[in-house]
């Protein structure tokens, strides 16, 4: 035997003696696949940050608000009990090379505990008092908003577009009874510690009911439907704790500019990404208190959950379609 060949002997016998070749590959293995999950969940977070990406999602969102005021003290109760849920699918669309267009109609349950004759959608209070209460649960009123936007990359993102109110409640006490539509507009900072910006939305009614029909201690009344000139400022406050959580919340501020009445809450709340099976979500958990309120009937305190899927995105979405 050659020195070469007893040398080769000798060296694959000194390899096969100190290593354990599956061990030696499946360690580098299992820490890539950890490391590749991790890294798909925070690219998945970064992108639920944006509310101009790509992704298609289902955001499912429950609120429960308390209402107190001067006008719920004399009927002998402490507090009547609000809830909604919002269900909204966001659909991105490539529209061309560099403009995109989100989709994104917002379909409320609404579940109200409500004087007869107490129209808690605005506020108002009409002149006769009943004190029956009772609770209506059903379809509220649709709003249906797009954003075209250029600029939908971070750290800054912003778009524009209408957004439309739509008469869809299946009980007079649970919507507005009223055509509305108005401009919205959104700007988003994202840097690697913070997510700053708001959504704007304003409604002009210009169709509608112009009376209803309400249930008093005095039997059926009808009164006038108010107009809805209502302003919704949506501001985001929120701290990028890691990459798949954050912590802060999104407050939704009012100014209904017919009754003058202001709904000025201060929140704070988190959110983080997990899985079901396969499926990427996003859940959080905000509390919100309002610091300026209409003294007659307005929100306390809320409390907000929500809940969001990632839904596979289609290939042809992600097309420019001109």
Known sequence: MTRISMGILVALFSLSATA????????????????SAAAEQAAIAEALNNPLSSLWIMFIQNDTTLYEGDLVDSLGKSHLVQNTTLIQPVMPFQLTKN?????????????????DNLDVTTGTVPELTGTDFDRETGLGDIVLWSAFSNHYKPPFVWGFGPTVMLPTATDDKLGTGKYSAGPMALAISLTDDWIFGGVAQHWWSFAGDDSKNIDTSFGKVKTDRPDVNLTDFQYIVRYRYSAITNIGAAPNVQYNWETDELSLPLGFGFDTMGKIGRLPIKFGAEIHYYAVQDDDFGPDWRLRLYFVPVLPSPEWSKKAMF
């Open 20 to 35: 354990d070749p599956e061990q030696a590959e499946s360690e580098p293995a299992e820490n890539l696949d950890v490391e």
């Open 99 to 115: 403009w995109k267009a989100i989709f994104r109609p917002v379909i409320p349950i609404n579940s109200f505990e409500t004087v």
